[in-house]
């Protein structure tokens, strides 16, 4: 069982509550590689700025993430996780979350990370809402 919060501005989400009961199963572990694939049922609260009104849903989930990593010098981790959400109180409506992640060791333990995110909802429920947003982010690290 899990808990969590979204809101997206640019999609007129003022916040998505939901609680998510899942089954997962590794389907692929080694020293470099790791695929994982879940699948549950979400129960969701939703608002929207544009109408206020507060509905609460029921969606399938479908998860799969990829993970592919190197710890020798220079370290590499690449992720690429997909989620997809089809709704069973809203006909024909489906979010779908992809996101692509990249990290480089520049040198001793600084890591460079590039992320790519897309956001889809084919009915969203505000007033002249878009359906889909994707943005980048670019960050150094440090671990110690």
């Known amino acids: 069982m899990v808990a969590g919060f979204d809101q997206n501005a640019e999609l007129d989400l003022a916040g998505r509550a939901r609680l998510v009961g899942f089954g997962s199963r590794m389907i692929v572990q080694s020293n470099r590689i ?3 694939a879940s699948g549950g049922l979400v129960v969701t609260r939703e608002r929207y700025f544009s109408t ?3 509905t609460t849903g029921y ?20 992720t690429l996780v997909s989620q997809a959400f089809p709704s069973f109180s809203i006909k024909g409506r489906w979010r779908l979350q992809n996101d692509i992640r990249l990290s480089y060791e520049l040198f001793s333990d600084f890591m460079l990370t590039g992320t790519l995110f ?3 909802d084919s009915k ?4 002249s809402a878009p359906g889909h947003d994707y943005g980048t982010t670019l960050a150094i690290s440090w671990t110690f």
């Open 34 to 36: 790791e695929f994982l």
């Open 52 to 54: 206020g009104v507060t």
């Open 59 to 78: 969606e399938g989930m479908l998860f799969a993430s990829f993970r592919a990593f190197r710890y020798d010098s220079p370290k590499l981790d690449a």
């Open 118 to 120: 897309d956001t889809y």
């Open 124 to 127: 969203p429920q505000g007033v």
